[in-house]
């Protein structure tokens, strides 16, 4: 079964980055998500850039990973999404990130977006995340708390082998 990875920053041990730990103390733990697919590329988004899809690794002691188990369709659609978004030049927008952190959202805008709103609109898009959730309205710790009964519920159930009763011959 295919799976995303949804990394998500926890800046408790940035020394610098002070608007890090603003986001992340107005909605704690964490600041910033990105996307990860299974070839390695990450959808992602940073302040005063355009949104990224590009291979890379993630620092594990900085980020806690979510993984998300998706059927073969979700996984294709949330694929090509991230890289349609990327290609169309999809700008950072520090107003709608603050806005969304300050619980006063802004109006959705296809033109810009910020690192939760991107990762839950793919999500959305590919029908992992459901339909009813408002992606611009989505912060980076929001995201987390709705991924990780997702991760759960979608796992597939562990199977244990029944153990042999003392005596039984298993020949």
């Known amino acids: 079964m295919p799976c995303v990875r949804l990394w998500f920053y926890d800046p408790a ?7 890090n730990k603003v986001v992340a103390r107005i909605d704690p733990p964490f600041c910033h998500v990105e996307l990860q ?18 291979e890379r690794e993630f620092d594990a002691p900085n980020y806690t990973c979510v993984l998300v188990p998706c059927g073969a369709e979700q996984y294709a659609r949330a694929y090509s999404h991230a890289r349609r978004v990327a290609s169309s030049g999809v700008l950072f927008s520090s107003l709608q990130m603050y806005s969304c952190v300050l619980w006063a959202p802004l109006a959705n805008s296809e033109r810009t977006t910020f690192c939760s709103k991107l990762v839950a609109d793919i999500l959305r898009s590919a029908d992992i995340l459901p339909q009813d959730i408002e992606p611009h309205t989505v912060t980076p710790s929001a995201l987390h708390r709705l991924a990780e009964p997702l991760a759960r519920a979608r796992a597939a159930p562990v199977r244990s082998v029944p153990a042999c009763p003392i005596g039984f011959k298993t020949r």
């Open 13 to 19: 041990g940035d020394s610098e980055g002070w608007i």
């Open 37 to 54: 697919f299974e070839d390695k590329h990450a959808c992602s988004v940073y302040m005063g850039s355009a949104v990224l899809f590009r």
